[in-house]
């Protein structure tokens, strides 16, 4: 007997695997923490970073690769410590309000 049920959840997986797609690379540095701040809930939480480890047998080199999944609405910013994040992002804030303003002046 042919099951219907696993076709249907085949191609849910591919819809769902459509949805991922790059939204910008970053290079964390290392001793670094990635830091994200949530504009709406006003919340700052450390990113789970993934990280991955490959090895290229053509160059001898390795390479470690992260992945971090994207949460809209939120700012993301590398610090050594949530003090630190802290302070980057209410500058980083002040920036850009500073921008705006100067936008409306002109």
């Given at each position: 007997?042919?099951e219907?049920?696993?076709?249907?959840?085949?191609?849910?997986?591919?819809?769902?695997?459509?949805?991922?797609?790059?939204?910008?690379?970053?290079?964390?540095?290392?001793?670094?923490?990635?830091?994200?701040?949530?504009?709406?809930?006003?919340?700052?939480?450390?990113?789970?970073v993934?990280?991955?480890k490959?090895?290229?047998?053509?160059?001898?080199?390795?390479?470690?690769n992260?992945?971090?999944?994207?949460?809209?609405?939120?700012?993301?910013?590398?610090?050594i410590?949530?003090k630190?994040?802290?302070?980057?992002?209410n500058?980083?804030i002040?920036n850009?309000?500073a921008?705006?303003?100067?936008?409306?002046?002109?």
């Amino acid at each position: 007997m042919l099951e219907i049920v696993p076709k249907i959840q085949v191609e849910q997986k591919t819809k769902k695997q459509q949805e991922y797609k790059l939204m910008g690379t970053m290079l964390l540095k290392p001793g670094m923490k990635l830091f994200s701040w949530n504009i709406r809930t006003e919340t700052l939480k450390e990113v789970e970073v993934a990280k991955d480890k490959n090895y290229d047998y053509l160059a001898q080199k390795t390479s470690r690769n992260g992945r971090v999944n994207y949460t809209p609405n939120c700012i993301y910013i590398q610090a050594i410590n949530r003090k630190n994040a802290v302070k980057k992002f209410n500058k980083k804030i002040q920036n850009l309000i500073a921008r705006q303003l100067k936008k409306i002046k002109k």
